[in-house]
């Protein structure tokens, strides 16, 4: 028979574990849903993360002995899982390389959705309304400039569980000195980073130009330099047709593809448009989706 102090002993442990994990996710549900109202004033995760373990600390001092230290110890945990979930990292094979599509060997039907050029205030809440309804994960290829004037959209996009990728800060065509390209990509990961504690490892060059110092800045840095095996030409507003789009995607569609397509820079309504139809038909031929760190991180 168990040890009476064991069992008082076991009994506190499970409380205290049950109390943290419940204190902590409902804390972090209150700010994903304060991220998605944009009318209410919202610290950026980290800090709010902090926030939420300043209060729990304060908690934690009515505790004792190994209470204490075991809600520490969860709470410690649970800080590095959410740092894990801000880092889009990509492996060493992948550092440094400029990538379209991933080659499996498997054949496993994954396929990334990617957008650019925002976030637009016109488009990217309609397209993380789609992406939450169809329950999938895209990547987000964002400007600099562009995010410095909607902030509490890329807030959006990060709490919604969407990986962020570098697009330069001004998305010009010409070319760089490596300074002025330094510039053009430290100052978007500065701010990405400020504004949600998210760290990207991922870089798309503007109009898919490798050769004006860009690429070369972002290779150096260790950067994956993300290109797309399937562009939809929704960048061609005026000129594309809804059905026309889905069909740029749907005809050069592969296990392992990067489909590209765009939630800012211009009038991207026919993406809008597109978007369901383009999944339901995805979905249909048997595709998973994933985002761009996922896919390069998936064995082959
Ligand atoms: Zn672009």
Redesign the pocket.
Same mark, same amino acid.
């Given at each position: 028979m168990a040890n009476p102090c064991q069992l008082v002993w076991q009994y506190r442990l499970s409380i205290s574990l049950i109390a943290a994990t419940l204190g902590f996710i409902a804390s972090l549900s209150v700010s994903v849903a304060r991220s998605v109202n944009p009318k209410l004033a919202i610290p950026s995760p980290n800090l709010n993360q902090q926030e939420q373990l300043n209060s729990k600390m304060l908690q934690i001092n009515g505790l004792i002995g190994e209470e204490q230290e075991i809600y520490q110890q969860m709470l410690a945990y649970l800080a590095e899982e959410e740092a894990k979930r801000l880092t889009f990292s990509v492996p060493v094979e992948f550092q440094g390389k400029t990538i379209r599509s991933r080659v499996l060997n498997n054949k496993a039907k994954v396929i990334a959705l990617t957008f &650019? &050029?925002g976030p637009s205030s016109e488009t990217t809440p309609q397209v993380l309304d789609i992406l939450q309804r169809e329950g999938i994960k895209a990547t987000f290829?964002v400007?600099g400039k562009t995010v410095k004037n909607h902030p509490q959209l890329l807030k959006q996009i990060v709490a919604d569980g969407h990986a962020i990728g570098n +697009?330069t800060w001004n +998305?010009h065509y010409h070319q760089y000195s490596p300074w002025a390209a330094a510039q053009e990509l430290e100052t978007t990961a500065q701010l990405i980073h400020k504004l949600t504690g998210v760290k990207t490892a991922l870089f798309?060059p503007?109009?898919g130009i490798l050769n004006n110092g860009l690429v070369n800045y972002a290779h150096q840095k260790k950067y994956a330099v993300i290109m797309w095996s399937a562009d939809t030409k929704d960048w061609q507003s005026r000129r594309i047709t809804v059905p026309k789009l889905i069909n740029n995607a749907l005809e050069d569609a592969q296990p392992g593809g990067i489909i590209l397509l +765009?939630d800012g820079?211009g009038d991207r309504s026919k993406t809008v448009q597109a978007l369901p139809k383009l999944i339901t038909e995805l979905k249909q031929r048997g595709y998973q989706f994933v985002t761009v760190p996922e896919l390069l991180d998936m064995p082959d």
């Open positions: &650019d &050029d290829f400007v +697009h +998305h798309r503007p109009a +765009h820079g």
